[in-house]
Every structure is written in structure tokens, then in C-alpha cells.
């Protein structure tokens, strides 16, 4: 799976456990709704400012969200 | 101190301790050593696939470049 789709699916993921829908994140981070549906879906290189805005909205902290990349080579 | 100026010297001090130039980091991450220098200096946004590159290129995980953040609230 590459980069974007990892991320997207890591952010699906913590976003579910919060019970939160894509647009309630998207308020919360103050991000666009269809721009959180895109890194979902893996179509974004998503920046280190939104990075920290979305654990920010998802109470959790930045480099959480890239803790699925531990065991990249 | 903002997101990218303190991303910047978290990857700073990575670099040094590794005891890489930034021309050599630039080369291992296939990245340009202007754009290194720019992100050590706070001047970028860095994307995902970039962060995960320089990652790769200190030989940590792409989390452990965001852990400067883990204090923000």
C-alpha cells in the first residue's frame, strides 16, 4: 500500500474510533470535508500543518498518525 | 516556535547527530540540498512522502520526526 492510501487509512481508522464522520473531523480541524474524504482515499500528500491539525482534532498526537509507517523500510 | 520552524530543528538535530551534511542527507532522501536547508530553516510546509523520505534517509521512523510536536495541545 503506498504512502498516501497507509496515511488515509490510519486516519479513517482514528477517526472511526472517535466516532466522528469525515465532516465533524473536518470542522474540528477546520480542514474542507471533501479534503478529508481525499486523504482517506489516499489522494492527497497530505503537510505536516494539516498533519497536526487533524491529531489535533482527533486528540491524539501528531506522530500517532504516522505510526503506521514504523515498519517501512 | 511555529510547526515548520520546529520541525526543522528536529530534523536538524537528527542530521547532526547522524553526522550528516545536509548535501549528504539531501542525497540519501533523493532530495535537493536547497530544499533540505529550507526545511531546517522553517520555510516549508513538508509534505508526507518527503517526511517519510528524510526519515528513511536518518534511518528513524517518519513518527519519531513528529515527536517535537508530541507537547502541543
Redesign the interface.
Known sequence: MD??RK?GFQLKKKRLAMGLSQEALAERACLHRTYVGSVERGER?????N??QL??ALQC???????C??D??
Chains 1, 2 share one sequence.
Open positions: 504512502l498516501q496515511f500528500n497530505i503537510s505536516l500543518n498533519i497536526v491529531a489535533k498526537k501528531p506522530s500517532e498518525l504516522l505510526e509507517f514504523n517501512i523500510e
